[in-house]
């Protein structure tokens, strides 16, 4: 699509806005990557120890009995995760 009516500086500057634009929205991008790595902490839970915890807590008085079901096993650790262990 050709230029209507625009000086050559004219269009000069849109392209240089456009440029401008580009630059600025890649360092945002950049700025908000990083803001979001940096607040990122990734750690292994021990899920039984919480549940024993918690349900200690909440039931000490109780003389029942209570059985807690905790799907933590090797087998459905990612493939990897051996290697992300040590």
Do not use: R
């Not at 050709?2 to 000086?7: F, K, Q, V, W």
């Not at 979001?36 to 918690?54: A, P, R, W």
Request: aromatic share 6%; with cysteine.
């Amino acid at each position: 699509m050709e230029s209507e009516n625009l000086t050559e500086e004219e269009d000069l500057d849109i392209k240089n806005k456009f440029l401008e634009a580009d630059s600025i929205i890649k360092k945002t991008e950049l700025k908000s990557l990083s803001m979001l790595q940096s607040n990122y902490c990734s750690t292994l839970i021990d899920i039984q120890e919480i549940t024993k915890k918690v349900v200690s807590t909440q039931f000490s008085g109780f003389s029942g009995s209570i059985t807690v079901h905790s799907a933590s096993s090797t087998s459905e650790l990612p493939y990897n995760m051996p290697d992300l262990l040590g």
